[in-house]
Nanobody, 122 residues
Framework: VQLVESGGGLVQAGGSLNLSCTAS????????MGWFRQAPGKEREFVAA????????YYADSVKSRLTISRVNAENTVYLQMNALKPEDAAVYYC????????????????WGKGNQVTVSS
């Protein structure tokens, strides 16, 4: 599975961005998907995950109610809508895929995108 993220950029605090991750190479609907992020000098951390059907989602406490993960299997794409962004949300955002179930653990994911920079100005 090849994953390509897009939609990052510079936004003011309180603003919104919508990240996309498009998959190719395998049947997208067979995979649980996750979003992770890594800020400078920090470890990569879990942000959100979604089941293969889109029926189940899970979020890190730090982003609940502000970020929404969704997917459109017909488009081979998973989205991360980010609202009310804070400076501490600034990071490189990665999407990841694993067969069947989603997970919050980095080690459980088999496929990763190259990442997309999100910068939040205060």
């Amino acid at each position: 599975v090849q994953l390509v993220e897009s939609g990052g950029g510079l936004v003011q605090a309180g603003g919104s961005l919508n990240l996309s991750c498009t998959a190719s190479g395998r049947t997208f609907s067979n995979f649980g998907m996750g979003w992770f992020r890594q800020a400078p000098g920090k470890e990569r951390e879990f942000v959100a995950a979604i089941s293969w059907s889109g029926g189940s989602t899970y979020y890190a406490d730090s982003v609940k109610s502000r970020l929404t993960i969704s997917r459109v299997n017909a488009e081979n794409t998973v989205y991360l809508q980010m609202n009310a962004l804070k400076p501490e949300d600034a990071a490189v955002y990665y999407c990841a895929a694993r067969p069947t179930r989603w997970s919050t653990r980095i080690a459980d994911y088999d496929y990763w995108g190259k990442g997309n920079q999100v910068t939040v100005s205060s």
